[in-house]
């Protein structure tokens, strides 16, 4: 997997290798704290469910664990 840039989560595409219902797809809705603010690290990040706008919140390094989820929607 490609390293991660956290300037860069925003807006990028997700999917879920295990599948909760019909959530598979996930889309960066916000990270938290704001990319602006340079003096805070990013910790978590919300995603948001395509099919249902479910949304969720995630530390931001879960996004790298290729057991759990893939960039891109495959």
């Known amino acids: 997997m490609n390293p991660l840039n956290p ?3 925003l ?8 599948p909760v219902g019909k959530d ?3 889309l960066v ?4 704290p704001a990319p602006e603010d340079a003096a ?3 910790e978590w990040v919300d995603i948001e ?4 706008r479910n949304t969720r919140r995630v530390a931001w390094r ?3 664990n290729e057991e759990v989820w ?3 929607w495959v």
């Open 7 to 9: 300037k860069k989560l």
């Open 11 to 18: 807006l990028s595409k997700w999917t879920a290798v295990r």
């Open 24 to 26: 598979k797809h996930f």
């Open 29 to 32: 809705a916000y990270v938290v």
């Open 40 to 42: 805070e690290k990013i």
């Open 49 to 52: 469910a395509i099919f249902s």
């Open 62 to 64: 879960e996004l790298q």
């Open 70 to 72: 893939k960039q891109g």
